[in-house]
């Protein structure tokens, strides 16, 4: 049972360029997440979709785009790439109907990103 | 909107002593509340969450959480921890209404010693 996978687990940049973080999920769960982790601040919401064909924007979206492909598969684009982008990437998945405060999240492994 | 806080950004504890993470939310009503763990190099792994009932829980690897309304507090506690504990611990809200997403502390780091 693979939950939530991740690709690339690492990937180096230049500024300027541009990549697609790639997650996918085979637990037929609804909603799914794309966090950033940052030393000294814990997780923070990048977008979310809470179901196929809809994405709302978190915390932190300003330079990244997501397409939610289909149901299991959940995309984060960095059009053009810049050293405050570096960061450890999570995608998340959760079961319920829609994104509720009840949700629990199954994590990937994470994808580390270094934008020189 | 929720917050979240995990005053401590390190604690370290020996061997087989006993553990408290404190975690302090801010919220209108009682939120949903929930830890995470998460080792080096690996995701998030959820340890235990509270939604309602006994303010008491237990979680997975002998961790447990009590919910005090009275201090908006969730802290987290293992009677005695091992080795393999070290890690970083998260604490999370929910809002218990409406479309809401999690908002997560900025977590404690967990280091055991011999």
């Known amino acids: 049972n693979a939950g939530v996978t991740q690709t690339p687990k690492f990937q180096v940049l230049k500024t300027g360029q541009s990549m697609t973080l790639q997650c996918a999920q085979d637990m037929n769960h609804n909603s799914m997440y794309w966090y950033r982790q940052d030393p000294g601040m814990g997780l923070r919401l990048i977008y979310y979709?809470?179901?196929?064909?809809?994405?709302d924007k978190g915390e932190v979206p300003n330079g990244y785009n997501v397409s939610r492909l289909n149901k299991r598969e959940f995309s984060l684009r960095l059009e053009s790439a810049a050293p405050s982008q570096t960061s450890v990437y999570f995608c998340a998945s959760s079961e319920g109907v829609t994104v509720s405060g009840a949700n629990v999240l199954t994590f990937g492994a994470g994808s580390r990103l270094t934008v020189l | 909107a929720q917050s979240v806080t995990q005053p401590d950004i390190h604690i370290t504890v020996s061997e087989g002593a006993s553990l408290e993470l404190r975690c302090n939310y801010s919220y209108g009503a009682t939120p949903y509340l929930f830890w995470y763990v998460q080792s080096p190099g690996q995701g998030l792994q959820l340890l235990l969450k509270?939604?309602?009932?006994?303010?008491l829980v237990q979680g997975i690897k002998g961790f447990e959480a009590e919910f005090k309304r009275s201090q908006s507090s969730f802290n987290l506690r293992k009677p005695s921890v091992h080795w393999s504990d070290a890690a970083e611990y998260f604490c999370?809200?929910?809002?218990?209404?409406?479309?809401?997403?999690?908002?997560f502390g900025k977590g404690t780091m967990l280091l055991v010693s011999p």
């Open positions: 509270y939604f309602s009932g006994d303010t």
């Open positions: 999370a809200v929910g809002a218990n209404s409406g479309y809401s997403t999690l908002t």
């Open positions: 979709s809470a179901s196929e064909g809809t994405t």
